[in-house]
Each structure stands twice: as structure tokens, then as C-alpha cells.
């Protein structure tokens, strides 16, 4: 037996016992002859007592000890004279009387500390040491606590744990698919699935009635910083329901997720429209843990967005012409950032430049101070007067010390730029808490969105989503107005999941493949299996898929960031560093496969 | 809202209420324009009845109904005369007032009922529809329940749920790797895991301390009846463990999932050698619900079976040389069936048809009757004496009434054979009963075993296996003397588990690969990244995996089939008969990845 206990259980009350620990040396203090050990576990850390007085011979062994050591130590427990009760265990120490090496190290590429000393590229290619520092190690160990909340919900609501295959059909819609030679089918292919989809819903088909799986999911999708070509989902799915069922109960997962796992209480969760998060956010994913909502000086194409509730037919310029920046442009649209007219010229420089990054592509940023002393200050001020300027702080609800920061040109580009500069000013004034969770659902997304340079037609979710009935007839004749019965779970501006209502019938899943311009025969080869499926009595059914990696990151520390949260991530080439993955095969191989 | 109450729930206490329920249509019985419809969800099977004098039109929508509709009704719950107390539901019918058809069915190509009429494939192509049946839907729900059993015990243990990567390196050892081409690495492959083996070791190294998954794993191996190419492991480690530690507290685990989902307390797992499982019952995995224990007549080359404590070195022959197949042959070795002394001419025909069928190549197989009347009846008659054969059924203690059966040849063919014919007697005689389970730990295996086609020693179990201290100098010398620190779970003759404790410093895991005739360039390349691992304080560590398919198949149906306890499986030429997968990609899909 290599221990009695871990290196996080000992207590007071054990004093006295004689106890077996095994463990990594995490740190070693000598303090002339008299050597300290901090003795590391998943469990916590034990101070290790080796006193020359006590036994010499072995105080002179622990002395060759380093780092990472793996050892087994037999002492004796007792009360600290110096107790550190930052630790659960400060309160004790061992008196060692025996002293095991289990295994040697040499010294480790970086320091196996909370804050460590190595870079990205070192670490992830040591991650089997990366892995051993206590904030990673905790981030895993919560994405397990997060597992076991999802899985007790989602049981306890009658949902069936199915597993589908992940050696599938190549049915790229999208993104393209990663494939796998079969050697016993030549010149043939699996695909990985990019998500069970089609089989979640076969399983309702089956009469599974409510199904739901954590599940690995594969994209072959150029890669970004933080996507991974392998990731991992929640997958859902209900029959016999409607939007508002799928609602109730998948807010209810992500609440019961929070309380158990961090002990908080969600409130009901707001809804917005697809249409009103864009007019308002530039965002189909808006963070609203703050305000400061857009306000449109100038929407020339209201109509381009649909007839929701949310968009403002007037946008009328509040001002007169000559500043043609403004007059030419499809949109103009702004922020109020609450209190930031004294902001400095390098300031307004700085945020200027923010927006004017390729990734981003404004032209440049107007501001209007408000001044305290009720004048304004602006970067047009040559083309507007101070009444012109005070009818469009009005317009913003601007207060003396406030600062309008407006954008202009193309719409959907001129959102996205205000939407990345609203979230920078939000961090700048300090109102994206880290403490602070605000979930969202979006609702009445667009169904399709038309491809510019395919020209044509494609899913904006999927293509097994179903349309709003009222919308029914559009479909054929005005695709783009059709609103799809689809949802978003948001949270702090990250998307967790969505889903919809699915297409349960053979005749509108044709009419939804035709919209995207497939031929009766390509979607025949590729879903007939689904669409004869639909043919033998399938029930309405919708579900959601939650991407876990991104959520255990946001419910474990409110971030969007994945790769902490992956055991062995892939970097943005999509390699394995500690493998080495991808790599060269046996041509022997190859030929078995007739590669 | 679809429904208010599932189709098993209603029961005599609501009578009176108004309901609404939806499912499928699973029977119509019509009595002179009086539909009785059962209506058939995942819960269970609700009576409706449709009346023309409560309600002609809908007892007229009623009888246009076919099987496998799908509908919505609305009506009242009422006590039924005529109960059927087979079901949960039948005491009561519901009186329907609203019928909602939400989908039509065209008819099934098989009938949704446990004894249906569909063939292997038909059921296969239509595999949506055969999970219709309740035998498959509740193997499925039940391998739910193991899996929460599974996950209920390993977490409480303190295992920690790790995902790890399904992109890994092509490191075949044994059976080949599934490659994936990459198409951001032109020319490299990621390979699938056959098991997350490194991974779980990496994460001992990196102090996870008890690790477990249920995990997807791939192996390209030619398909065998019931082998998928796809499959799942309940994958365990822990560190700072020996043996011991890992069979207490895996044994626990069976012992957990029995109990809690068939309420069976399983008694204390016997445990028996390698050696003394190939000697006894010719197989590694002996069903050990009956004994009919193999005895020996001969066994020429007891010491190829090593030195363990089940070898008997004795093995003269008993009986005088004279019958040449018997004095040829390396092993000769017998079963005895008790009470079998009077099967017919026909029978002991089929028996030895049964061991010269070509998976087992027998020559031919020798009885001898122990008659009622203390005399012997044999197929040897004429080579030996009734005092012989008295000898004989001795050893074989043999009573009056029992019949004795003896192969002879080459040992492992010959044990392989009889240990089949044991379990073809086990099943004649009714000792193989699918109420009763009789685990068993099988230790001390070989390390090695020799391939006589490749000429070299192949790792038993798999090249991470460490081996009995006391036989460390026999590795180099001779290697097929080392007994490993491996076992296996084997329950009713099926392998439900195995593992090691392992090897965890570098020179070790060096001479290992050195004795599967690894070069030291050849190791380094595809494990450096273990082998370096191992350098930086690496713990003991051991582990354990279950083929999670053949365990619920186990636990559900005590069976050793899995195709019936997977949703969607692969024939046996690994294909997907409902997608009809592998199949063609795209000419561009295959140029976008070099292939």
C-alpha cells in the first residue's frame, strides 16, 4: 500500500497518528540541515518534516531530493508550531521516519506553479506537466463537476443516454467533414460527424422521446485561434414539443448547472428577437451585462432586416446633410459610454485605431463630449452646429460627461465594428464583471442567409430546421424573410448552444433542401435515409446542442477561452505538440487502405 | 402543449380526468365500427376508445388510422370493464373526443411488435423503425441505467471524467489504427485510438490520480461476427495503486452495477491463474458456471505453460501405449459429462462433427460410456482393456451413468477444442443458465506470446504491461517465462475487462519495447513523447478497461452479442446498412486532402 491518506486530508485532529503519504515534491526549503517539503497531490499539499536531530541519515537523503520527485513518506502527524491556514492542512506536519523515492525527475522545462515561468509552445508540448499546475488541473476537474450537474438534470427529466455512431456518411452541408478510408470497403469513406444531427432525430423517430448525449463532434473547418478540429457537445433533443417546451427546459439545464456547480441562482432568462439583437447589439449574441444599446442616426435598409418588432422604420438623419461621410452612408449608428467626455486625445486615438483594424474595416470614428458645461466637442464639428450636436446627444440620452462614439458605412459591417467597440468600451469601464452571469435567449432567426459568393441560398442553423407557419409561403418566393423556429442560448456574449424546431415531414424537408439549391437526386443520395425516415410516422420534435467545451470555460470562469478547458488540445494548426499529430503513415498502410 | 400525460402513466386514480396523449398507433381492433386503438409511447401502451354513439365522425376519422400514425387525442380516463392487468395502464381506456393525426405513416416493411417478422438486413436498413421494438428500446434504456451505475460508483470513488483526444498519432501495435487524413497538414494523418491508453497514463503522470471514461474506440481489425469497428470502453486508471488496490475496487464496481440495476448481490470474485484456466478449461476465459473440469491423460510439454502453481508435471500416461493417436499426441486430454452414458449413436455423431468443424479441427473425438452395469463402452475398445478404461474413468471420476470425452493432438489446438465442446455440453445439459452470473479474475498472464508468422514476441495484453519483479532477469533471457502484472474480468465465459498495473520509468518501458523487436529510433518516434514522460516524476500506477457493449449485453440479457445493445451498429463487413456507409466522397473533398 503506497498511502494511508492523500496529501489533502490530514487535519488537527489526526495529531499523534502515524500516516503513509505518497506524492510530488513540490517545493524543498533547507533550512541548515533541517529540510521542509511541500508534498503535492491532486488533493492539496503536506508539509514534510526531515530533522537531522530526529534522523540524520534520512534528513541527508531527503536533502537529494528535487522537484517532481515522486516519493512515499511514514510519519508521524503533529501540530504545527508555525501554522499556515491559508491550506486546509496548515495546521499539521510529518515528522518523517521513512523516506521512499518512487521515482526520480529531472528538472521539468517550467515551473509546476499557478503562475508558471513557460510559454504556450512549451507547455503544450509537455502538457502532461502543464496539466500537473493547480489551476489547470482544477479547470478539468470542474468540467467533470459540470459533466455530472448536466447528466443528473437531464436524467432526472427522463432523458435516454444514446449513443450514436461516429462513423458516418459524408454529407457535407457547411463545413466539410473529416473522413476515414475503409480498408475493408476500398476506395470508400467514413465521415466523422459533425454533430449527431440526423441521428437524434432518427432516435425520435425510434420513439425515444427524449434523448440527450455528451458527445465528441468533428469539423474540418480552417482553423481560428481557440477552435479546435475536435470538440465536444451536449446533444439534445425532445419529441412531442414545441419552441416553448424546448425553452422551459433547457433554461432549467443551464440554471441547475449553475446553482450546483457554483452555487448560483439564475433569474428567469430574458428574450430577445434575432432582429432586435442586431439593431441593438450589431450582435446576434449580445452581451447584456451592460446597456449602452445602439442608437441609429441613419438605417437606410430597415427593410433588409425583416418586420420584427425591433426595427425602427424612421431613421430619418435628425441632422442636416454636408458631412458626406455620413449622408453616403447605408448606416450611420452609435454608443453613449457613460462618463468618458474627459477622455484624452490618445484615448479617442486608440479606439479610432480599434475599429479601423482589418479584422474590423471602419473608416473612422466621429465622437461627440458632452461637455459639463453643456457644450459639445466634437470631431465633425465643423459640419454640425451645437444645436445639431445637442438634437443627436438627445437622441443618445447623453448626459453632460458622456462620450458618443458613431460609426458609418455598410450596415452589416458597420455593426459588427460598433458591436467589438461597445464591447471594448464595456471592458474599459469596468461593466463585463467576472462575477456576473446574464443569459439570453435569441429568438426569430433568419431561416437562410444567402452565400455571396456561391450565390445561393444557405441553412442559417441547419438544414432540418423548420420555419414559422406564417412564413410558410415565403419560402419559395422570398426565402430571405422566412424566420426560422430557431433559438440561442446566450451568456455574456457567448453563444452556449441553440437549436430549433426540426422539419418532421418529407414534404417541407424536400422543399428546405430545394431552397438550398440541391437536386432531388443530391438530397436523395445524401438524405434519403432521413427522408424515408419522416415517411413511417415521425413525431414533432425539436432539441439544442450546447458546445461543452465553451460552457464548462464560461460556468468555471465566465471566459471564452476552450484550450484550458481540454485535456489535450490541439494548437491552431490543428497539432497535437506532445504527439506530434498529425504525422506520416507506414506507406504499408497507405496501400492497405489504397491511399 | 402535445400531450398532458405519457402513454404509461394514466392509471385507475385518474378516471374521470381529461387528458390529452400522443404516441403511435400500435394496434386497431375494430368491433363493428367501435375502434379500439393501443396507443404506444416509450412508457408504455394506453387503450383509446373511438364510439360511434358518443361520436360517429370520430369513430369514422378513426377507422382511416393505419399502424405507426402518429396522433394526438384528447378525452376522458374511465374505468375499463374488461382490464387487462398484464399492463400498468390496464385498468382504464380513454373515451376520446378530439383526434389530431400529426403524421402518417406509410406501411412498415416489418411489424413493430418483440417477435417481428423482419430479416437481419431489412431490420438493419430500417434500423429507426426496428428501435421501435421494446426488446431493442429497453436494451438501450438499460444501457442507460449501466452507464449511470457505472458513473454513480466511479464518482464517488474520487475518478475524475476526462475527455481525451480522438486526433491522435498512428502508433499501430497489434490491431491497425483508423487514419484521418489532414487536410491543413497536407500528407499527415491523425490516427483514432484503439484505447486512450497513453492519454490515461499521461494524466497518472500529470497527478489525476483516478481517472475514468466511457469512451468511443476504434479498431481496423477484420470484422468477425459481432466485432464492431467502433466500440466503447469504460476506461479506468489510478495511481499510487498495486494490484490489489485495482481489483478491490473494480471488482466493487460489477459488483455496484449488479446490485443496482438487476438487484443481484454478486459474492466475492474467485480468482484463478492463467495457467490453471488453460488447464482446466482450455480458454482464458472460463465460464465457470459449471465445472466439468479438463483432465489430463497427457500433457507432454507442461513447462511451455510456465511454472505456475495450476501446472501438474505428472502426466505419465495412465493407460498402456497401443492406439497411435493417443501416443503421438503432445496433449490428450478429456471432459466428463455427468449422466450423458446413454446418448445414441446420433448424438456422440453431432458431438464430433461438432470438433472437426474447421474453426476447431479436431481429428476426431473419443467417448467412453461409463455403463449403469460398472462395464465401459468405448470408441477405443479394441486399444484397450476394461480395466484400462476403468483407470480412466477414475481419474475422470467418473460415475455410473457419465459419459467421457478425449480429443488428443496439439496442445492449444486441442485445449481450444475441448474447451468448446465443454461449453456445447454446458448448454446440452442446461449449465449455462441466463440466470446466474459467475465472475472471475484471471491472473498471471504470460507477458509475451510468441508470433509464429512475424517471428517475434508480441505484448500480451499491450506493451505498457509491467511484469513480476521476480521474473525481471528472464526478460532478456527468457521471455516467454515473465509473467505480467496483468488481469481480466471474466464473467459467465466472457472477458468483460482487463488490465495491468504498468510500467512507469523509461528503462523498463525501453527494454520492453526492445523485446517486441522495437528499434530504439522505432520507440522514440511513435512513444518519445511517453517515454520522456516518464522522466519527470512519474507515480505507480495501473488501470483497467471494460468493453462497455459486451457489458451491458452482459448485465441486460446475459448474452455475449452486442449488436442489440448498440443503436446504430455496423454489419459485419463494418458497414451502415441505413446510410448505406462507407461511401464515395467527392472528387473535390479527396483533391482538398492530397489524397
Chains 1, 2 share one sequence.
Not at 432549467?252 to 448560483?264: A, H, P, R, S, T
Not at 437606410?300 to 435628425?318: A, Y
Not at 468600451?425 to 437562410?448: H, T
Not at 470562469?557 to 504527439?579: T, V, W
Request: hydrophobic share 35%.
Amino acid at each position: 500500500m503506497y498511502r494511508t491518506h492523500t496529501c489533502g486530508e490530514l487535519r488537527l485532529e489526526h495529531a499523534g497518528n502515524t500516516v503513509t503519504l505518497a506524492g510530488w515534491v513540490h517545493r524543498i526549503r533547507d533550512f541548515g540541515g533541517m529540510n521542509f517539503i511541500d508534498l503535492r497531490d491532486r488533493y492539496g499539499i503536506t508539509q514534510l518534516v526531515f530533522n537531522p536531530e530526529h534522523n540524520d541519515a534520512l534528513a541527508q537523503s531527503a536533502s537529494q531530493l528535487g522537484r517532481e520527485f515522486v516519493i512515499a513518506v511514514k510519519g508521524k502527524v503533529v501540530e504545527r508550531s508555525n501554522k499556515n491556514l491559508q491550506i486546509p492542512t496548515g495546521e499539521i506536519e510529518i515528522i518523517v521516519d521513512e523516506l521512499n523515492v518512487l521515482n526520480a525527475s529531472i528538472t521539468p522545462p517550467f515551473t509546476i506553479e499557478d503562475d508558471t515561468d513557460g510559454g504556450d509552445d512549451l507547455r503544450m508540448k509537455y502538457r502532461y506537466l502543464d496539466l500537473r499546475r493547480n489551476p489547470l488541473q482544477q479547470n478539468l476537474l470542474k468540467r467533470h463537476e459540470v459533466a455530472k450537474a448536466v447528466r443528473a438534470y437531464m436524467d432526472a427529466q427522463g432523458f435516454a443516454d444514446v449513443e450514436t455512431p461516429f462513423f458516418i456518411k459524408s454529407t457535407p452541408e457547411g463545413a466539410r467533414d473529416f473522413v476515414v478510408p475503409s480498408r475493408l470497403n476500398p476506395g470508400q469513406f467514413y465521415a466523422l460527424p459533425q454533430s449527431p444531427q440526423t441521428f437524434k432525430q432518427l432516435l425520435m423517430v425510434s420513439g425515444f422521446d427524449r434523448y440527450y448525449q455528451i458527445v465528441r463532434c468533428f469539423r474540418d473547418e480552417d482553423l481560428r485561434a481557440d477552435r479546435q478540429p475536435e470538440f465536444t457537445q451536449i446533444d439534445c433533443e425532445m419529441a412531442f414539443v414545441e419552441r416553448e417546451d424546448v425553452l422551459q427546459m433547457f433554461e432549467g439545464l443551464v440554471k441547475n448547472v449553475f446553482k450546483k456547480v457554483k452555487g448560483i441562482e439564475l433569474p428567469e432568462f430574458p428574450r430577445m428577437s434575432y432582429d432586435d439583437a442586431m439593431l441593438f447589439y450589431g450582435n446576434d449574441k449580445p452581451d447584456i451585462r451592460f446597456a449602452m444599446k445602439f442608437v441609429a442616426l441613419r438605417e437606410s435598409t430597415p427593410l433588409s432586416l425583416g418586420e420584427g418588432q425591433g426595427v425602427r422604420k424612421n431613421s430619418v438623419m435628425i441632422f442636416p446633410t454636408g458631412f458626406k461621410v455620413f449622408d453616403d452612408a447605408e448606416t450611420v449608428i452609435g454608443i453613449c459610454a457613460t462618463g468618458c467626455a474627459e477622455y484624452s486625445r490618445k484615448q479617442l486615438d486608440e479606439l479610432t485605431e480599434f475599429v479601423k483594424r482589418p479584422q474590423l474595416g471602419a473608416n473612422g470614428l466621429v465622437y461627440i463630449k458632452c461637455n459639463a458645461d453643456g457644450t459639445f466637442k466634437s470631431s465633425v464639428d465643423k459640419f454640425y452646429s451645437q444645436e445639431d450636436l445637442k438634437n443627436i446627444a438627445e437622441k443618445f440620452s447623453a448626459k453632460a460627461g458622456d462620450l458618443i462614439l458613431i460609426l458609418a458605412g455598410e450596415t452589416a459591417r458597420t455593426r459588427k465594428a460598433l458591436s467589438e467597440l461597445r464591447l471594448e468600451m464595456g471592458n474599459r469601464l469596468g461593466l463585463r464583471s467576472k462575477e456576473e452571469f446574464k443569459p439570453l435567449w435569441v429568438l426569430d432567426f433568419p431561416l437562410l442567409e444567402f452565400d455571396e459568393e456561391e450565390k445561393r441560398w444557405n441553412a442559417m442553423h441547419h438544414p432540418f430546421t423548420s420555419w414559422r407557419k406564417e412564413d410558410d409561403a415565403l419560402l419559395e418566393t422570398d426565402p430571405g424573410k422566412v424566420k426560422a423556429n430557431a433559438y440561442d442560448i446566450v451568456m455574456n456574449g457567448v453563444e452556449l448552444g441553440g437549436g430549433s424546431i426540426r422539419i418532421h415531414n418529407r414534404k417541407n424537408q424536400e422543399r428546405m433542401f430545394s431552397a438550398l439549391g440541391m437536386s432531388k437526386e443530391q438530397y436523395d443520395y445524401k438524405f434519403g435515409f432521413i427522408l424515408n425516415a419522416f415517411e413511417y410516422g415521425t413525431p414533432p420534435h425539436g432539441g439544442i446542442a450546447f458546445g461543452f467545451d465553451r460552457f464548462c470555460s464560461m460556468v468555471t470562469a465566465n471566459q471564452e477561452g476552450i484550450r484550458d478547458f481540454i485535456a489535450f488540445p490541439k494548437n491552431n494548426m490543428g497539432r497535437d505538440m506532445m504527439l506530434d499529430a498529425p504525422s506520416d503513415i507506414d506507406e504499408k498502410q497507405k496501400k492497405e487502405l489504397g491511399l
